[in-house]
């Protein structure tokens, strides 16, 4: 099955609430960080989990201890295919059938079908499109790792996900703001700068300026340098985030 894409509403998420529930940045003593990203995002039309980390029982585990029940779990948007960001889909799937998960076209049969065994829907993307009201797919983005991230529409502007920003994290930014044609709010997740220097990572942070980010909060893959950069520069609009972080709206005033 594909999705269709549609522009967004003229009634955006006034309320939203980000729960980080996997990641290899420690915020919590009671959760478990490991290498990996899933975050819960509810408040939208359907509760979605975005990325499921990259081990099943520390997913659980986590979820548990924050009081997430995998019931409340609508739709699955898995960024790309990587186990980091996929490992853990089995294991919420064997807690509660029925989901709907949102890969991308490129993932391989293999994948899809023991998703469908577990009895959930697939839904195939390599294009934008609406995942449901006001939170869109970029559709897939790069080449050699080919990536998909979450787009959600509030009032305040666009909040933009990422697992891994494989294709580059400015034009992930750059090409949500061309597909919603709102001002971006807050970009969340990993931005793949571990590798990248000191000259790179300012480079970048310059160009997310020039975007007009008002809001910056890199965990997972960004690595250390990257996130003292965008600190330094962000100051009280930067947003230290691990595991068991909570963004609401209300942070992003």
């Known amino acids: 099955m594909h999705a269709e894409s549609e522009r967004p509403s003229a009634h955006p998420i006034a309320s939203l609430d980000m729960v980080i529930v996997y990641d290899n940045n420690p915020h919590r003593e009671d959760l478990e960080p490991a290498w990996g990203f899933a975050c819960l995002v509810r408040g939208s039309e359907k509760t979605i989990l975005f990325d499921t980390g990259g081990d099943g029982s520390i ?20 960024s790309h295919i990587h186990e980091d960001h996929t490992g853990g889909l089995r294991a919420l799937l064997d807690e509660k059938s029925g989901m709907t998960v949102y890969s991308l076209a490129s993932f391989p049969r293999r994948f899809k079908a023991d998703v469908e065994t577990r009895g959930a829907s697939i839904v195939e993307l390599d294009r934008h499109a609406k995942i449901c009201e006001n939170v869109y797919s970029t559709g897939e983005l790069g080449t050699r790792v080919k990536e998909q991230a979450l787009i959600m529409h509030t009032a305040r502007g666009l909040i933009v996900m990422t697992g891994c920003a494989h294709p580059g994290i400015v034009h992930v930014v750059e090409r949500a703001k061309d597909l919603i044609g709102e001002d971006v709010l807050l970009v969340i997740g990993g931005f793949h700068l571990g590798p990248a220097s000191s000259a790179e990572i300012e480079g970048i942070v310059a160009s997310m300026r020039e ?16 996130r003292e950069l965008f600190h330094d520069e962000y100051e009280k609009n930067y947003i230290e985030v691990g595991v068991g972080s909570i963004i609401t709206m209300e942070d992003l005033s």
């Open 211 to 226: 975007l007009g980010v008002r809001y910056i909060a890199p965990c997972h893959c960004s690595g250390d340098a990257a």
């Open 59 to 78: 997913l659980l585990a986590n979820m548990k201890e924050l009081g997430i029940d995998p019931d409340e779990i609508e739709v699955v948007v898995l």
